[in-house]
């Protein structure tokens, strides 16, 4: 039993060699990604389509404002009532057309980059069960205080090859 015992104490430091650990730069992997470049794209186009939009509606407002101040004098009473509420409508409509275009925008926005973290992490998987690695940890965060070059495994360039970059 004393063997037995001597011989799992000896064996013990070279089994904790035997571990590999690894780490990435996401920093380095996430900008020069293709599908990176396509959402941003996508999402400027879209922050496009909502501003020209917005400005649309803005023009529109400003045009009868301009209408109605021009009018307001000659107007009845009661049409002038209804031109002041068609106004505050329509100006309502667009500060919500605003709240609406950003929660869209927002959640386009998580969707794409969701759709990316989940590129990454297959490949950081795919890295991972390859070499075998215990752990590969993100470096570009800064949450990780230290990662040791030298016991660590830099895989940045192995998750871009999996990525087919």
């Known amino acids: 039993m004393k063997k037995f015992l001597l011989a799992i104490l000896l064996m013990a430091p070279l089994s904790i060699f035997a571990q590999k650990f690894a780490h990435f730069d996401l920093s380095q992997v996430i900008p020069n990604m293709k599908e990176y470049t396509a959402a941003q794209a996508e999402l400027e186009n ?9 400005k649309r509606m803005q023009e529109e407002f400003q045009k009868k404002y301009e209408d109605f101040q021009k009018q307001e004098a000659n107007l009845l009473e009661n049409v002038k009532q209804r031109r002041v509420t068609e106004l505050q409508e329509l100006d309502q409509r667009i500060q919500q057309t605003a709240q609406d ?3 869209a925008y927002q959640k386009a926005q998580n969707e794409k980059l969701q759709e990316i973290n989940n590129l990454v992490m297959a490949a ?7 070499g075998s690695y215990i752990y ?3 470096i570009s965060t800064g949450a990780i205080p230290f990662v040791n070059p030298t016991l660590s495994t830099d895989v940045t360039a192995d998750i871009k090859k999996a990525l087919g970059m």
């Open 46 to 54: 879209l922050a496009t389509q909502y501003s020209d939009d917005l």
């Open 101 to 103: 275009n950003q929660v």
């Open 124 to 130: 950081v998987k795919k890295v991972g069960e390859a």
């Open 136 to 138: 590969i940890v993100d």
